[in-house]
């Protein structure tokens, strides 16, 4: 989890469009954390009306700022400045970057950001974003990747990713933990597919990742399904943790050798097991 913020969620997140405020209170039952999207859910006509919508949920009492990210517009964006104005006035302590790429862009926002990185600029920079003291995460996207390279389809015939979405995968992967930072992986466009969707997910926990976004609330309980350590992978790693105590160094346990990356791996496993049943609302 991040070193930079004291803030760790589970890691089933799920989009709501912000013009659509009757959808934000299903959605928080639903999720570990909520992106209200002021950007690519909300049509360019609908754009006032959704900045309204979320003054309302803060007025009324009804928005979480501790399970709530408000995914605001580019910063080349004409619509940017009216969602920085409302940052301020909201004192919104949580947002998300969309097309982040440059680094004083994150750093003038003034409160805790996660850049998504998501253009070609964004991720040859995702270094230099990471490494901006109010950046708490790094998500990255790969429909618009592509289309700011004038390509046509991140995925190939079978669903996978192309090589160069793949490659900005793990470039924005690495970069987040480079700084000790949340590692967001992203949407699985194909809500129907969650065979697709948890063969993602167990991947993204294999190599890191702290979270996956959902864009429908049914993606959600297949994210924490495969995030969620299996009961003998949790047994196996609280039983080594007992084992070793505070000698962490090399030694053999049940006929396998172990060392400082095994007992990481297990603490993991732990933390992840934690966060899957820390959420009240958490649900199957």
Known sequence: MSEQTDWQPGPGWLFCPADRPDRYTKALAAADVVIVDLEDAVAPD????????????????????????????GADSAEHAADVHLIAELSLPRVMLAKAERPDDACALGCAVIALVETARGIEWVGALAEV????????????????MGG????????????????????????????????LDA??????????????????V???????????????????????????????????LAHVGADRGVTTFEGRMVDGPIFTQAERLIRLAALSGANGSMKE
């Not at 003291?133 to 700011?148: C, Q, R, T």
Request: charged fraction near 25%; glycine fraction near 6%; charge should be positive.
């Open 152 to 183: 046509t389809s991140s995925r190939r015939a079978d669903g996978g990713y192309r090589d160069v979405a793949r490659y900005a995968r793990s470039r924005s992967l690495v970069a987040a933990k480079a700084c000790g930072l949340l590692a």
């Open 46 to 73: 609908r754009k006032y009306e959704a900045r309204d919508a979320l003054r309302g949920l803060v007025r009324c009492g009804t928005f979480d700022p501790e399970r709530t990210v408000v995914r605001i517009n």
């Open 206 to 240: 294999a190599v890191g990742f702290d979270a996956t976004v959902a864009i429908h609330p049914s993606q959600v309980a297949v994210i924490r399904a495969a995030y969620r350590p299996s009961a003998e992978r949790l047994a196996w790693a609280q039983r080594l």
């Open 133 to 148: 003291p109010n950046v708490i995460g790094l998500m990255w996207g790969a429909d618009d990747l592509v289309a700011s």
């Open 187 to 204: 949407v699985h466009m194909d809500i129907a597919d969650t065979e697709g969707l948890a063969t993602e997910c167990e991947d993204a």
